[in-house]
């Protein structure tokens, strides 16, 4: 018999243990709708294999997992996939998830299955995935998946497996029943589990209040060629708990924030073992389960094997539950179970204990009162922590401070409530810190992660920014570097005979330009100077002789140059520059003539004739072009013409027209002349419509092979509507503040919702269009 | 010699070799840039909303760092307002409404079939978290999602959603107790024995059904 250890603190509860075992186990009756939930287990929820309408039979895999932590679903019994929907599952927090539902045909009809005659002949690795496939988690607690737990990598070396058959929360006698009626099952489920971990011992522990459940153990034992050792722990709360049976059976605790098996300890339920052993050696998944039903609102409480996912309101029914004296109904135990909302919530692969407990049983609590500080939870408590000093922390939000004192080591076994004089609901303010701890740190990952990737981005941008600027930079070295080639192959090649006269007379021009500025300087200079009474005008006289002298020259040459080579007739773009900028020269001098005016300048005069001057020149600009433009051939041009390019003179001229109205409507408004302006809009609208009718006709004569861009259509469409959205927004905005504007957006909003319906109708028209054309 | 002329030696000389020691030390150990911005950065929520009216959750710490408030940071709102004034020793001020409110945490969602591909919210999202090209349809990356709302603005048909993230059976916290309403098990108090009855009768009434049927 090997040593005991012990754990510091627990508490000794009432157990009402024996209310569920007056009668032997029974199997719950078939019910009529089977609700499974996708997730009964710690990980990702399994995906599921099957469809509304889809007829599985009992065993068949219906959900598969989703990753590695994860677990495959079965069938419990042959029938209808009815619905894959979310109900409610058991929870704490009483939400919905998604499940599958099974209507049962009554059938039972079992899919092909076969067990494995000698295990010990798998691979482990085989056998592993054997156990992954028959859907085994957990199912004493949390319900981690099982095959992980006893598939571990090389590096963990299991010294010791551990059997958990302590069961120590009131009411709960599932895994006593099971040890009594199974025990063969859980030793051949143990013998498996050994042979893929290859422990040197293992040890079942038992409370000292279930002597049946651990003579029967210990007689299966002996027929086992493993040495199984039954070790029968006294009763205390909570020493099913794994790190405190760890303690108890090893005296070795688990470091904090590390695995049993980093310490070669592997502990198993005992649910779970009969479980490996029915998928080992039956080929029978996890379909079913033994569940405790108890509590004073039963006539018959008692354990049943239950099919997973059979509500809980046919197991009270089964039960024969007294609904008038039905006030609570829990999930798991007293201690460590949760309300249920509904008792249409099913069974899951955890579900080890109902209790339906009337208001005697389950009082309402007593109001908490404040803290006495008497101790007696840092007494009780099983991990050596200070519940005071957490439940300070907790309700003050210190988390960090919490987190300082071990909160995420508590267990939340509810000893600490249990012993609480005051009332306070300790195990509440824990879990209520642990959830905002884990939430902050997982907030924390999260902005750490956007940090990154915010950071990446800039790096990106800062990049490729610098790769614009290295490109742009090399192209101006390679063009500067043609362009010295050029200039060092000019001068041999560029001899008087093969001078470009073009080039030639530019240079000229240049020259004679320079001659006259100097000229200009001079005389500028020589003003100046008699202005101030310099003595050396003759010298600056002198200079502008020769300054003279060199423009005269300069411009001789040039004209000279200009007989020999007479110009080539200026292109059409060439003279329309040249009208543009007469055009804009008048503007200019238009413009500072009338600043000139206002102001009273001596030199409006001088401006008035200059601007004469210009007009003068602009006219025989505009004209040589329009000759231009009447003599070059049209039917080329006109054919060539773009669209878009009529599309874009459209457009200029309907903003010009715009603009034209608004100087207009403000001349009016200001009480001024506006004949001229008049009369420019009316210029300005015609040449606008011929625009649009230039555009409409050339449009309309472009062969519609394209056809309308229906996704440029949509997307107008779509901005037209949003635009009106947005209007409609400012709209009720101007109105509520009672904004003058309101009117004009209100106008604004009508205008472009006839916008809308035109971008609709045409959206329309070419859908319609498209679809006779694939029609056709 | 004169002890006091020895005493000023000495001390002359031990300043001297202290001196010399501590300038060593603050070159050999030199930290490269504020140590107190990068605190400040890792406590901030990370958005790169803006809101804060700095470009930025690292402009806004480096700004903290030389004096601006701490109260300009809605989505980090009063839990990162108190890290902040707990890391600085400053008293905690209530969140400037200035710039925004506290909301609830949200990602950005596309209505696909709305989207024009404009990338106009591509080039928006600080964190890369909306996924397209132009003229293709666009979708965020709920995982990358930051919830700073950059992206709604510029969306010319107006697309994008801010959806609240719902609590889900993973995500979901116990809620802070209240005091002599819960406890151990017996957490939640409902009263069931009406919705129980309701049931029964109903599976009574149901297996009734099927025996007449049968």
Known sequence: MSRIWSFHGGIHPPENKRQSLQRPLERAPLPAQLILPLQQHIGAPATPLVEVGDKVLKGQAIAEPTGHVSVYLHAPTSGTVSAIDCYPVPHPSGMDG???????????????????DDFRSLEKAELATLIRHAG?????????????????????????????????????????????????????????????????????????????????????????????????????????????????????????????????????????????????????????????????ALANPGNVEVLIGTPISELLAYAGADSQRLNRLVMGGPMMGYTLNDPQIPVIKTSNCIIAATAEEFPE????????????????????????QLHWFAKGKEFDKALSHNLMDCIECGACSYV?????????????????????????????????????????????????????????????????????LTPADSQPATVDPQAQLKLLKTAAAVARTKLKKADKALVQAQTDGVDDLAELQAAIDGAKAKA??????????????????????????????????????????????????????KLRSSLEGLRAKADAAQLALEQAEANTAPPAAAEEMDIKQLKTAASI???????????????????????????????????????????????????????????????????????????????????????????????????????????????????????????? | MDPILIAVLVLLAVSLI???????????????????????????????????????????????????????????????????????????????????????KSVAYIREDECIGCTKCIQACPVDAILGAAKQMHTVITSECTGCDLCVEPCPVDCIDMIPIETSLVTWTWAQPQPGVQLIATDRGRNLAIETQRHQHQLEDDRNNKGDAA
């Open chain 1, 365 to 388: 609590a007593a109001p908490a009162q404040d803290c006495i500080r008497c101790g007696h939870c840092e007494q009780v408590c099983p991990v050596g922590l200070l519940p005071q």
């Open chain 1, 98 to 116: 998604l499940c599958i539902v099974i209507e049962p045909d009554g059938q039972e009809q079992w899919i092909e299955h076969q067990g494995v």
């Open chain 1, 136 to 296: 085994i988690s957990g199912m004493g607690g949390a319900g981690f998946p099982t095959e992980i737990k006893l598939h571990l990598s090389d590096d963990h070396i299991v010294n010791t497996l551990i059997i958990n058959g302590v069961e120590c929360e009131p009411y709960i006698t599932a895994d006593d029943t099971l040890m009594r009626e199974r025990a063969e099952d859980i030793i051949g489920g143990i013998e498996i589990a050994a042979h893929l971990i290859k422990p040197t011992h293992c040890l079942i522990g038992i409370e000292d209040n279930k002597p049946e459940a651990a003579m029967a153990l210990t007689r299966a034992a002996r027929n086992s060629e493993l040495d199984i050792e039954v070790v029968v722990v006294p009763t205390k709360y909570p020493s099913g708990g794994e790190k405190q049976l760890i303690k108890l059976l090893t005296g070795v605790e688990v470091p904090f924030g590390r695995l049993p098996a980093d310490i070669g300890i592997v502990v198993q339920n005992v649910s779970t073992m009969a479980a490996i052993y029915r998928a080992v050696h039956h080929g029978e998944p996890l379909i079913s389960r033994i569940t405790t039903l108890t509590g004073d």
């Open chain 2, 18 to 104: 202290f001196g010399a020691l501590l300038g060593f030390a603050s070159i050999k150990f030199k930290v490269e840039g504020n140590p107190i911005v990068e605190q400040i950065d890792s406590l901030l929520p990370q958005t790169q909303c803006g809101q804060c009216s700095y470009p930025g959750c690292r402009p806004y710490a480096e700004a903290i760092a030389n004096g601006e408030a701490i109260n300009k940071c809605p989505p980090g709102g009063e839990s990162t307002i108190a890290a902040l004034a707990d890391l600085l020793d400053v008293e905690a001020l209530p969140l400037d409404a200035e710039h925004g409110e506290e909301q609830i």
């Open chain 1, 653 to 776: 001229a309907r903003t010009k027209l715009k603009k034209a109205q608004k100087t207009l409507q403000a001349a009016q408004e200001a009480g001024e002349d506006s004949a001229s302006l008049q009369q420019q809009v009316d210029q300005l609208s015609q040449q606008s419509d011929t625009a649009q009718q230039a555009f409409a006709a050339a449009e309309a004569a472009q062969p519609k092979s394209t056809g309308p861009d229906l996704k440029a259509l949509k997307s107008a469409a779509a901005i037209a509507r949003t635009k009106i959205k947005k209007t409609e927004k400012a709209l009720a905005d101007a109105q509520q503040k009672g904004l003058a504007s309101a009117t004009a957006l209100a106008a604004g909003l009508e205008k472009l919702k006839t916008k809308a319906q035109h971008a609709e109708q045409a959206l329309a028209d070419a859908k319609q269009l498209a679809n006779t054309e694939t029609v056709d």
């Open chain 1, 420 to 488: 609480c004089l005051s009332n306070i609901p300790l195990v509440q303010y824990y879990r209520f810190a642990k959830g905002e701890i884990r939430r902050e740190q997982f907030d924390q990952r999260n902005a750490e992660q956007a940090r990154i990737r915010f950071e990446a981005r800039q790096q990106r941008l800062e990049r490729e920014k610098q790769e614009k600027a290295d490109k742009r930079k090399a192209r101006a070295e390679t063009a500067s570097r043609a362009q010295t080639a050029r200039k060092a």
């Open chain 1, 552 to 605: 005269e020259q300069s411009q001789q040459a040039l004209e000279q140059a200009e007989q020999q080579n007479p110009a080539p007739p200026p292109t059409l773009a060439e003279l329309k520059i040249a009208a543009a900028t007469a055009r804009t020269k008048v503007n200019k001098t238009e413009k500072a003539l009338a600043d000139a005016e206002t102001k009273g300048v001596p030199s409006a005069d």
